[in-house]
């Protein structure tokens, strides 16, 4: 199989092509700073985009059986002033059209799409346990992923199959939120954030991965899949987990009202969460590699993952 990953120099992105090199099949990733990303598989064919159009790489998509569109600027990077806000929705809404333009130009289309959304299409939802069916929400990040997963809705008019992830927090020490978190409970600083009692949404690096492969070779999986595990836990119990794994007090919260002040808008995605789970994904036959949170935290930290 040929995979063309757009977005592929990121966490999952590179976990990704990893995996695919090591079972023997083709990957092309797409980077808009091609010339900045050396740790992927040699023999991965790393090709510039811009990100907007199919301009100098959509003639690639002949050549590709299956495309996964993971691009989008990250939400993390900074506050969420206006400017940032347009630019967080136009780079995910522009990369799924400039696939969609590839994909129709194409004499020989991809079997398959894999379209990257996240968790936050709910908004927010307290406790209620949140499976593929419900709407989406009303806030910017629910409209975020609303216009992402239709920027490649077309494809499916042109007889290409479509999945699209709702992805929770992906937990890998090289990467994403995990190590951010690590810090401060090494340093016997760790604990809940605002409440604590928000729910957590996470899934391993590996199930990540694998549930994305599953998804690229199960002829029958469409429409949408939440990609978390079947166990969400709430960010107090997360924490609690966390410093016993590492042998560290959770005992210092960090107040709801300093992580609005430093963080702004963007603190909403930490101290109001989902409770999130993975109801078609399982239905579909996909068994968890880590379904429970202390072995997956225990296989990270162990492994450095």
Not at 39 to 67: K, M, S
Not at 120 to 131: K, L, V
Not at 144 to 171: H, Q
Not at 236 to 256: D, E, K, M, N
Request: aromatic residues 6%; proline residues 8%.
């Amino acid at each position: 199989m040929h995979v063309l990953i757009t977005g592929g120099t990121g966490l999952i992105g590179r976990a990704l092509a990893h995996s695919l090199v090591q079972d023997g099949h083709q990957v092309t990733v797409l980077s808009r700073t091609p010339e900045r990303h050396r740790n992927l598989p040699p023999n991965v064919d790393l090709a510039a985009w811009d990100g907007r159009t199919a301009q100098g790489w959509g003639e690639r998509v002949n050549a590709a059986d299956a495309i996964v569109n993971l691009a989008g600027e990250s939400i993390a990077a900074g506050r969420w002033t206006p400017e940032r806000k347009r630019r967080i929705r136009e780079s995910r809404v522009h990369a799924g059209q400039a696939v969609v333009e590839a994909i129709q130009a194409a004499a020989h289309r991809p079997q398959v799409l894999v379209q990257a959304s996240a968790v936050g299409y709910y908004g927010p939802q307290g406790d209620e346990p949140i499976t593929e069916e419900m709407p989406p929400g009303s806030d910017f990040l629910a409209q975020v992923c609303v216009a992402w997963e239709a920027s490649t809705a077309p494809v499916e008019a042109l007889g290409v199959r479509r999945a699209v992830i709702r992805t929770g927090v992906v937990l890998s020490i090289q990467g994403g939120a995990l190590p951010r978190m690590l810090l401060p409970f090494r340093l016997f600083l760790g604990g809940p954030l605002g409440s604590g009692r928000q729910y957590f949404p996470w899934i391993h690096l590996d199930d990540q991965v694998a549930a994305i492969r599953f998804l690229l070779e199960r002829p029958e999986t469409q429409g949408p899949f939440n990609l978390c595990a079947p166990n969400p836990v709430t960010n107090r119990a997360f924490c609690q987990t966390l410093g016993q794994v590492l042998g560290r007090p959770a005992w210092l919260p960090t107040p709801a009202l300093a992580l609005r002040l430093l963080f702004g808008e963007m603190a909403t995605v930490i101290l109001e969460g989902q409770r999130t789970v993975p109801h078609r994904l399982q239905e579909a036959g996909y068994t968890f590699r880590f379904p429970e949170l202390r072995p997956a935290l225990q296989d990270l930290v162990q492994r450095g993952r």
